[in-house]
């Protein structure tokens, strides 16, 4: 793929000009994608425990490795000794002006300095804890260090080697080969000295490039060491499956995909990555709507949807019953419906609008016209508060016109529900409300005591609770985290946890060690003089479950722990949780549909639907479960 700048034509992330020659003599690649399955043990220098570690960072392939984009990129363009500045960031090339010396210890730290230079000038450059480089650094040995300037000279935080002419590795003059400058942690995450010299025996390292990517790093694994396999995995990019039309990539100016990796991987210039970044998110957009789009198509093509003709009298007369005028949007919404129910198709329509501009009005219309039309309708709600005040809105609207509709709770009593599901069943009740979960909110609003079972009995740690109020139960341990936190906005992090603390009956003396206790536990000891309107959603969670902690709570009830949070917060709360659990043995009942969060927990899970309990046990059963993977998971069995 080339990337056309007016006349001129050159490689995307490249900076050569291209003629037309060039062009049509261009090798034409048939891509293999199968070959990007292979271990990442294909890689030289990657062992057995550095793939297990790679594994656990979640890179098993060479696909999966070309896709390991880095986070960011560090430019290292060369600039003379003379003009460094202290504390500022910068890449000299230098060579050697004496042997080094033996290095030697300060306050348990290893040193090592040499005197480097260049035409402009020379100064002393500094290693900490490298001692095995000590041999290496011999007069007239070329480096291009990274670092910054201080008291001491120069401060090296990366370095690369220059090789030696004649040596001939494969780089072009002159060469620069990166070394790595990680290896004490190597040796922590137990890859021997002999492993990395056979991971660098006899391999060509990349020549230099002025933007070095940083790319996201485990304890085990090092940024410096990903950046080395990437390296050589560009010998496979050329397999990554391009998924786009050719006529959709020349129309809207798009790179290929093994273009698109290699910039974000090592990009000639910075807009390449930006550009990279653009083409592998349209990709990833415009394959999310062709899924989406084909599964509606198929959807609407598999189920076909009664046609109910136009809006009879009965509608009619309760639109002129209306104590309003319907707005304008609100009609346009009617006949907008009107022809989606006559489409013969099944509807699936999102109707949106701000508080108060009439969405229930709407949504009622859609409700008679089927009621209409001899069929049933139910009008769901999130929660059963909001069921019961669209009861109360419905029964305004359809005053004038006896409608007759139920409201079904987790609240409802049995005998109530049992007559108003008989009289569904028999079609004399055709309308009904109702919260539309399966059952999990009220399963918790029980256990915490803010609903009443209207049969059985709830026992906790070998005593039936049934009737105790909230305040008992939650001095027993039982503690609430409900789906938006409940903490004081105008207070800071610490006075939040110092009212719960207190509030469990601390002595004064306990007090400030067991809030600095609690804020540690959920991360926030650095947020403590922070207000809590100010932190993000993730952190004010993680607030509210610290605050149950400092009740003493033994029993999490967790209801949507991870709602509204970013992914990177939602792999913080799975951790977070499984600390919990596993640290301070508390126990915890988590209500979630977040399916990656439930992964991270490793608990045992229970599955309901529509009030029943489809399939409990471990995950890797429960994604097995036919009904779990087509109604949670939004796979066909």
Known sequence: MVAISGPVARSFAGSSELTLEQLRDAPIHWPRPSVLDASLKAIEGVGPRLAEAAAEAGISSIGDLLLRFPHSHRDRTIVPVSSLEPGKQASIKVEVLADARRPFRKRGLSILTVKVGDETGHIRATWFNQPWLTPKLTAGTRLLLTGSKDKR????????????????RGAPPPGWVFRPESRPADRESGRGEKEDAAASEGHPDPPSRRLTPVHPATEQLKAARIRQWVEQAMAWVGNVLEPLPAELQTRRELAGAADAVKAMHFPERPEDVEQARERLAFEELFLYQAILATRKRTHRASRPAPRFGKPGESVARWI??????????????????????????????????????????????????????????????????????????????????????????GATPAARRKEALDRLASGELRCVIGPNGAGKTTFI??????????????????????????????????????????VFDNQSVHENAELAVLAAARRPGDVGARIAEVLELVRLEDQAATLARNLSHGQRQWLEIGLLLANEAKLLLLDEPTAGMTAEETAAT????????????????????????????????????????????????????????????????
């Open 153 to 168: 000279g120069f401060r090296v935080s990366e370095y690369e080697f220059a090789e030696s002419e004649g040596e001939g």
């Open 320 to 409: 002129e019953s209306l104590p309003f005028e319907p707005t304008r949007d609100q009609r346009k919404a009617f006949e907008e419906i009107d022809a989606d129910l006559d489409s013969g198709e099944p509807m699936q329509r999102l109707l949106m609008g701000e508080v108060g501009s009439g969405k229930t009005v709407v949504a009622l219309y859609s409700m008679l016209r089927a009621l209409e039309a001899g069929y049933q309708a139910v009008l769901m709600a999130p929660t059963e508060t909001l069921a019961e005040q669209h009861a109360v809105t419905l029964g305004k609207l359809l005053a004038e016109e006896a409608t007759p509709f139920a409201l079904l709770t």
């Open 574 to 637: 799975g951790e977070l949780v499984r600390q919990l659990i596993a640290e301070l043995q508390v126990s915890a009942i988590i209500i979630e549909h977040d399916i990656n969060f439930i992964r991270r927990l490793r608990a045992p899970i229970t599955v309901m639907h529509l009030g029943r309990v489809l399939v409990e046990g471990p995950f890797d059963e429960i994604e097995r479960n036919a009904e779990v993977r087509e109604v949670y998971l939004g796979v066909e069995a």
């Open 445 to 486: 609003s029980m256990i915490s005591g803010h609903l009443r079972p209207t049969a059985g009995t709830i026992w906790y740690r070998g005593e039936p609770i049934t009737q105790l109020p909230v305040p008992a139960r939650a001095r027993r341990g039982i503690g609430r985290k409900f789906q938006t936190p409940s």
